[in-house]
């Protein structure tokens, strides 16, 4: 297993020292179960939970990491899903995301690729194939995924443009940890081929979200769009959902603005090769650090009142700590968004398709 490397400081940003006091932060909150909660005392969801596990990866916390992984291996349902929220040992929201399910191949992934452990993720291989296989089955027609099944276990019927972004990633992942495993599974290349060319050509398979930062920045995030695509998508709609100098707005219609918004917003921006602009979003989200290295979830402006009031979550310091990897390159994965760097998928169009014959 490979020692990781400390997560250097970004200079004129974030000192080396206040990168760990935020990184030690965050392993506090983590619970001796291994389950990383929103904050003390609160609940916690798998998709947050891994994203935790990730920056603990890459600031060094290797143990702690494998413990958050370790939770998801025993809590694993018999499909492969896990359910949408926990408040310790206690289920909070008995849904199940197709997207928070998937989201643990991108996590064991990304800890291979920083650690070296292959005996780790060997060990987890079956939980992130239990959890692909489940996803899969809510692939729609159309190639999107039906977004969740609620506590009855009704399958929702729309897919979010979001979600099935984040899919797309979590699927080569899955793609990549399975060949480094020696495991090749060419149906879920498949299904990221029929995912991705329906989030690239097809938006009216999607629910209509766009008030909502994700839904702008996401299909980049996830590796849909690429290039000039990409590209252009983040510029057209910057000023919409982005206040310079304060960060990026949860919501287009509210000047209220979130720091994880702002982190993963970073993280597209890296993706496509803006790295300068990448910085300069990234510095305003000290705006939201905490003297002990936590992070507000969110300000309100012109009133600069924290809302959720005085809230602090450890997904906003997991997005940021792996901002701050993604545009200083501190650890082996701080090009796991970065375009290039997974396998491209084969644009799959679905029958019918009518852009086949253009």
């Not at 904050?39 to 939970?49: K, V």
């Not at 209220?256 to 993706?271: C, N, Q, R």
């Not at 997904?315 to 396998?343: K, N, Q």
Request: aromatic share 10%; charged share 20%.
């Amino acid at each position: 297993m490979r020692v990781a490397n400390v997560l250097r400081g970004v200079p004129g940003i974030l000192t080396e020292a206040q990168v760990a006091q935020s990184a030690q932060h965050l392993a506090s909150l983590q619970l001796p179960s291994g389950l990383i909660p929103w904050f003390e005392g609160g609940h916690s969801d798998p998709w947050n939970h891994v994203e935790g596990a990730m920056a603990l990866s890459v600031t060094g916390h290797l143990a702690a990491a494998a413990a958050a992984y370790e939770w998801m291996a025993r809590h694993q349902l018999g499909d492969g899903s896990w359910f949408n929220y926990y408040v310790g040992a206690r289920v909070k929201d008995a849904r199940l995301d197709t997207n928070v399910c998937a989201y643990v191949a991108a996590g064991v992934y990304h800890h291979l690729v920083v650690s070296d452990d292959v005996d780790a993720a060997a060990r987890w291989w079956p939980m992130v194939e239990r959890a692909v296989e489940f996803v899969i089955r809510f692939q729609r027609a159309d190639g999107s995924f039906h977004w969740s099944l609620d506590a009855s276990g009704r399958v929702e019927p729309y897919a979010l443009l979001t979600g099935s972004s984040s899919i797309f990633h979590s699927l080569r992942c899955a793609v990549a940890l399975g060949e480094r495993l020696d495991q090749h599974r060419p149906a879920w290349e498949l299904a990221a081929g029929r995912v991705g060319h329906a989030l690239r050509h097809h938006p009216e398979a999607f629910a209509n979200k766009d008030e909502f930062a994700m839904d702008w920045y996401y299909p980049v995030l996830g590796g849909a769009l690429v290039d000039e695509e990409a590209r252009s998508r983040l510029a057209a709609h910057w000023s919409r959902y982005v206040m310079d100098g304060f960060g990026v707005r949860c919501v287009s219609t509210n000047d209220w603005v979130t720091a994880a918004e702002s982190a993963e917003t970073v993280l597209s921006l890296d993706a496509v090769g803006l790295r300068s602009r990448a910085l300069e979003l990234l510095a305003v989200t000290n705006r939201h650090r905490r003297l002990d290295g936590a992070y507000f979830t969110g300000i309100a402006y012109p009133q600069e009142v924290t809302f959720p009031d005085a809230e602090t979550t450890s997904y906003t310091t997991a997005a940021i700590l792996l901002a701050a990897d993604a545009v200083t390159d501190s650890s082996p994965g701080a090009g796991l968004f970065r375009h290039g760097v997974l396998s491209e998928t084969i644009d799959w169009p679905e029958p019918g398709c009518a852009l086949v014959d253009l």
